[in-house]
């Protein structure tokens, strides 16, 4: 793919001060058209000496989210931290629709945050919880308070506790060119996790969270390579003439499915880890890669032209089996499943622009949901309520937020390199 | 650059490899030097077509020649192979629409012939020739959502009688006679598909007449007996209402609330309903 001009858009673009520091920030630009607002009221008590204040931190994963609008603390009446200093009056009179109170208190182990979730309109307390953890665990403790209240008024599972990947190229050739990056979803606490001189592609999160595996290019060939985020350790799974690439971890995270092309054209393979026994899933003289497996792990989906056209399909492994997914257009690849098995998203060319289109499975429906150009590498989020892309924008590589219906849209440039192949983790076990 | 854009590209230029191929045969068999600036990787593939010389040129020709027509064969039979998957997908589709179209054919046709007998044959005890859920009045609507299926052994009868009933209610406005007939319905079919709505009617009828305390009991009891059906939160709205006129406010606001959070007509109401009478 060559590269193309991209036009800038002009956008409103809204900078959180809590994720300063991180490399990658969020610029909103397409919201839903009322979000709720909720007032994310300072808590009481000691505060985190390293200057993240964990009210700002929610105020801002509720804001990413899109459903939300955070009243700033600047506009508050009173800053209540109990119960009986709550006075619905005035809060009605600011429009909130929610308020989240609380006290952090700290002890050897770390720090405790003590939170209530009260909705003003029927005056009535939600629910009371603590989550705890230890003094470098600020952001946890944030993120994992924000799921909570998420969950508790839009009945989806929050995602502000998971994580994703990303590869930047930093333009520049030497030893660290391209590194293979960790942060969490508001892009904050990014971590190197491997820089090499050489490109690293498609980063793949086990299910259990603890490995990632990616396609390196510093053997000169590509190579797959399976990294331990606990040990640390990397090992080499393969080292084939021709293509390695696009690992996929099996949702038992005993299997690693990925393309090869040792035997002349691109084939489907599965690798057990632990046995090292290779199996070969798809046999046929076109092009079948980018596999995907689905929630069950019966089968994976895979792009393949075998049809003169690349189009998504699915294949039982136990059956071998193979059914097209897509019908709609001359170019469907890169096929996600979403976590309930029930669509997938994939980067769909029309009119000779790529964008991510989403489609269910079983009516076929198929919706487009970026507006961008050169949209590609879709991940969806455990929750199946948004997904990351890579795009284009000011002629840099940067990531892209999409939730499902379209309805809310962001931006997550980055300060430094370009940045593509997203990888969003699952939920924290 | 990027392994996965050059495999994009790939898939893209599939049909570019199959002459590209061509394109490298070709300039073995003529040797034609115009074509030499056209693709580098002509510069390694006829290296060892040069030395084949003239002996085994004959047979080289051959095996070029099977190797052409068997690109090209690829190349036809993956577009016959996405001809075949889009046609058996229209077909699927087609089926499916095949069938739509039938059923809902089917009803309008039940639902005309069912008017049509109400026409010719207005008795109330007459039995409807057609069953089926049409939706030309508010109670068939109403049936058509209810969740207990009957089991009856006529399910036209059924209907008719339940039909009946309303008509009195509704139409005839004949209160004493609809109260009858619709506890009639309910000792003939106890679990029916009408048995419902005849609860909630029953409801409605003794608020109507103003007996409060009967009204209470039938919406109790139909909230007891389908707490599911599709008539349950319009009961509950009437049964709050009911609750204040006995001046059970605590009871009252409770179950207007609870309406109030759902979605629908009802909750409207109930929504209404407080801010009138609880300044909620």
Not at chain 1, 312 to 331: H, M
Request: charged share 20%; with cysteine.
């Amino acid at each position: 793919m060559t590269l193309l001009k991209k036009i800038g858009l002009i956008v409103v673009c809204v900078f959180f001060a809590s994720a300063a520091q991180a490399q990658i920030t969020i610029e909103i630009t397409q919201g839903v058209d009322e979000p709720t607002p909720i007032a994310v009221v300072p808590f009481g008590g000691v505060h985190a000496s390293d200057g993240a204040a964990i009210h700002e931190i929610m105020a801002n994963d509720l804001r990413m989210s899109g459903f939300f609008r955070p009243i700033a603390p600047a506009d508050m009446l009173s800053h209540p931290s109990r119960q009986e200093d709550i006075y619905y009056r005035d809060w009605r009179l600011l429009g909130a629709t929610y308020i989240v109170i609380g006290n952090i208190s700290r002890d050897e182990q770390g720090f405790a945050l003590e939170y209530e979730l009260y909705d003003v309109v029927s005056q009535q307390r939600l629910f009371r919880k603590i989550t705890r953890g230890g003094t470098q665990a600020v952001r946890d403790i944030a993120h994992a308070a924000s799921d909570q209240v998420y969950e508790a008024i839009t009945n989806i599972r929050g995602i502000f506790s998971t994580k994703m990947l990303y590869v930047e190229d930093m333009g520049v050739d030497g030893p660290s060119r391209y590194r293979l990056v960790k942060a969490d979803i508001d892009g904050a606490r990014d971590q190197v996790l491997f820089s090499s001189s050489q490109p690293l592609l498609s980063p793949a999160w086990s299910s259990d969270m603890r490995q990632v595996a990616y396609v390196s290019f510093e053997t000169s060939r590509p190579a797959i390579f399976r990294h331990d985020l606990v040990t640390g350790t990397r090992e080499q799974l393969t080292n084939f003439r021709g293509l390695n690439g696009a690992p996929a971890w099996s949702p038992d995270d005993r299997k690693l499915a990925f393309v090869l092309s040792k035997d002349g054209n691109p084939e489907l393979y599965t690798l057990d880890i632990a046995t090292k026994k290779l199996t070969r899933v798809t046999n046929h003289f076109a092009i079948d890669t980018e596999p995907n497996w689905t929630p069950d792990g019966k089968s994976l989906i895979f792009t393949s032209n075998r049809g003169g056209s690349p189009q998504i399909y699915q294949i039982g492994l136990a059956s071998g089996r193979v059914e097209r997914l897509t019908f709609d257009g001359d170019y469907n690849a890169r096929g996600r499943v979403s976590p309930d098995g029930k669509s997938i998203v994939m980067v769909h060319r029309e009119n000779g622009v790529f964008h991510i289109a989403w489609q269910d499975i079983a009516s076929g429906d198929m919706r487009i949901l970026t507006e961008t150009w050169l949209d590609e590498s879709p991940t969806i989020a455990p929750n199946g309520a948004m997904l990351l892309y890579a795009t284009q924008y000011n002629n840099q590589g940067v990531l892209a937020a999409v939730s499902m219906d379209a309805g809310l849209k962001f931006r997550l440039p980055s300060k430094l390199g370009d940045v593509r192949e997203p990888a969003w983790s699952p939920f924290p076990k | 650059m990027y392994c996965k854009t050059l495999m994009a590209a790939a898939l893209l230029a599939a049909a570019n490899f199959v002459f590209a191929q061509v394109e490298v045969e070709d300039r073995t068999i003529d040797n034609s030097p115009s074509n030499a600036p056209y693709s580098p990787a002509a510069t390694v593939e006829p290296a060892p077509a040069a030395p084949a010389s003239t002996a085994v040129s004959g047979g080289g020709n051959n095996i070029a020649e099977l190797f052409y027509q068997m690109q090209v064969m690829q190349q036809e039979i993956l577009e016959l192979r996405g001809l075949v998957e889009q046609q058996t997908h229209q077909i699927k589709q087609l089926k499916q629409q095949r069938l739509d179209d039938y059923v809902d054919l089917d009803r309008r046709i039940s639902a005309l012939g069912q008017s049509g007998a109400a026409v010719s044959a207005p008795g109330p005890s007459s039995t409807a020739p057609v069953a089926s859920s049409a939706a030309n009045s508010a109670a068939a609507t109403a049936a058509s959502s209810a969740t207990v299926v009957g089991v009856a052994s006529s399910p036209a009868s059924e209907m008719a009688h339940y039909k009946s009933a309303t008509k009195l209610v509704l139409v005839d406005k004949n209160y004493d006679e609809g109260i009858a007939r619709l506890k009639e319905h309910l000792e003939l079919y106890p679990k029916g598909r009408y048995a419902g709505n005849a609860e909630y009617w029953l409801g409605e009828v003794y608020l109507a007449e103003g007996d409060l305390e009967s009204s209470r009991q039938w919406f109790e009891r139909l909230m007891q007996d389908f707490p599911l059906h599709a008539k349950v939160p319009d009961a509950k709205y009437k049964l709050g209402t009911v609750y204040h006129q006995l001046g059970m406010d605590t009871q009252a606001q409770q179950i207007l609330q609870e309406v109030s959070m759902s979605s629908g007509n009802a909750a409207k109401l109930a929504k209404d309903y407080l801010k009138q009478n609880f300044n909620g």
